[in-house]
C-alpha cells in the first residue's frame, strides 16, 4: 500500500456511488481530498454519498492547494484535475485521476497516475476481489464510461 494518494473527483464519485471505496484504501492511506476536488463534491449537498464518505471516512483527508505549478496550468485542466495533480507533485503523491489530459499532464510530470479501472484491476490481481468484472459494471452503473472494446481488454488482462 502506498503511503498515501490524492484523489480527483470522478474516481471518488464512482467508487462511492458504486460502494466500492473500501478497494481505495487498499491502495493509498490516507487518500488526499484536495480542496477544489471536495468543494466540487460539497456543491452535490450533504445527502449525496460521496460528501458523506468525505466527512465521515477517516482516511479521506481534505488537504489545501497552496500553489498549483505552470507547468500544470498549461494543460488548462479544471480545477479538480489540477489540485490533484498539485499535490502529487509536491509530496511525491500517486495520482488517481480518470480525466485522460490529466494523466497526459501527469505522465509529462512524471507523476505517477492510477485510473478508477486501474484500482479494480489490480485489486482482482491481488486478491482483494474474486472478480473485476461485477465491480466494473456496478461502476458503470454508477457512471463510469467504457467502451465494450476497452473493458473486453480490461478484463482479459486480469484473466476474466
Request: include cysteine; charge should be neutral; glycine fraction near 6%.
Amino acid at each position: 500500500m502506498a503511503e498515501a494518494a490524492a484523489i480527483d473527483a470522478s474516481p471518488l464519485i464512482l467508487l462511492s456511488r458504486s460502494r466500492h471505496l473500501d478497494l481505495l484504501e487498499a491502495f493509498a492511506k490516507p487518500v488526499w481530498v484536495p480542496q477544489p476536488v471536495a468543494d466540487e463534491i460539497f456543491r452535490r449537498g450533504a445527502e449525496d454519498i460521496t460528501v458523506q464518505a468525505i466527512e465521515h471516512t477517516d482516511w479521506l483527508v481534505t488537504k489545501p492547494i497552496t500553489d498549483t505549478p505552470t507547468a500544470i496550468l498549461e494543460w488548462r485542466l479544471g480545477a479538480g484535475e489540477s489540485a490533484t495533480l498539485a499535490l502529487a507533485l509536491a509530496h511525491g503523491l500517486e495520482a488517481i485521476i480518470d480525466d485522460l489530459a490529466g494523466r497526459k499532464c501527469a505522465a509529462s510530470l512524471a507523476v505517477p497516475v492510477r485510473g478508477t479501472l486501474g484500482i479494480v484491476l489490480a485489486a482482482k490481481q491481488r486478491g482483494l476481489i474474486p472478480l473485476a468484472r461485477p465491480v466494473i459494471e456496478d461502476m458503470m452503473r454508477a457512471g463510469l464510461y467504457l467502451s465494450r472494446k476497452v473493458l473486453e481488454k480490461a478484463l482479459r488482462r486480469v484473466g476474466e
